[in-house]
């Protein structure tokens, strides 16, 4: 069945350092979807990738989808304390009509002041 | 208006009780998720409606969870006989349209815990 891993498990930076997650499926996905949980909250969305090769950059985070569309990864620049949570990737299996969301394991981010 | 909410936040239930957790989805939102959190996981996806039409339901564990959406708006996630291993955050979210394709704006979750 679909499987996404993710990886890191857990990420400790110092404040300033940059942070990235990478997320692999095992299978082609139509798209992704990355979003952020905050200790106690829910998920909540960030960004979605559909094309090939795709990047796009909200501030200083920079999200890239693989060319194989297999792959994707979420790097923030110059951390901030506000980035503290888990951040998760979630992928539609392809051909699209799926109906569900298969979410990564997530990688759960800590930034020491 | 308002997001995603959920009823209730927290139920304790004895191992062999029924439950119902209620979602409430952004008004207008036509698809409708279910999922399961175990604490320290991902999201795990329980089943998806499309209006009142429940078209997936791949991912409820066993035939003791059964989900309702009578008429296309609230959403209603029962689990009978409940066992410890149902410990866990059920989380509703809704999109605007079809699945998988729109952002999924996520509810507070309701924390049930079995004893």
């Known amino acids: 069945g679909q499987q996404v891993m993710q990886i890191p498990q857990y990420q400790h930076v110092q404040e300033g350092e940059d942070f990235t997650t990478y997320c692999n499926s095992s299978?082609?996905?139509?798209?992704i979807q990355w979003y952020k949980q905050r200790p106690g909250g829910h998920p909540v969305f960030l960004i979605q990738?559909?094309?090939?090769?795709e990047v796009k950059k909200q501030k200083r985070l920079t999200f890239q989808f693989g060319e194989a569309k297999k792959n994707s990864s979420l790097h923030i620049t110059a951390t901030q304390t506000t980035d503290v949570g888990t951040y998760f990737c979630a992928g539609r299996s392809h051909p699209s009509g799926a109906n569900n969301l298969f979410f990564g394991t997530g990688t759960r981010l800590t930034v020491i002041p | 208006g308002a997001g995603v909410s959920q009823s209730p936040r927290y139920k304790v239930a004895k191992r062999g009780q029924d439950v119902a957790l209620r979602c409430d989805p952004i008004?207008?939102?036509?698809?409708l998720f279910w999922y399961q959190q175990a604490l320290g996981q991902g999201p795990e996806f329980l089943t998806y409606?499309?209006?009142?039409?429940?078209?997936?339901k791949s991912g409820l564990p066993s035939d003791r969870f059964f989900a309702e959406r009578p008429e296309g708006s609230v959403s209603t996630l029962k689990i009978q006989r409940t066992q410890q291993e149902d410990s866990a955050v059920y989380l509703c979210?809704?999109?605007?349209?079809?699945?998988?394709?729109?952002?999924?704006?996520f509810g507070p979750g309701t924390r049930l815990t079995v004893t």
């Open positions: 990738l559909v094309k090939s090769g």
């Open positions: 008004s207008g939102h036509v698809s």
């Open positions: 979210a809704s999109s605007l349209a079809v699945a998988g394709v729109y952002e999924q704006y």
């Open positions: 299978t082609t996905l139509s798209n």
């Open positions: 409606f499309q209006n009142e039409a429940q078209l997936d």
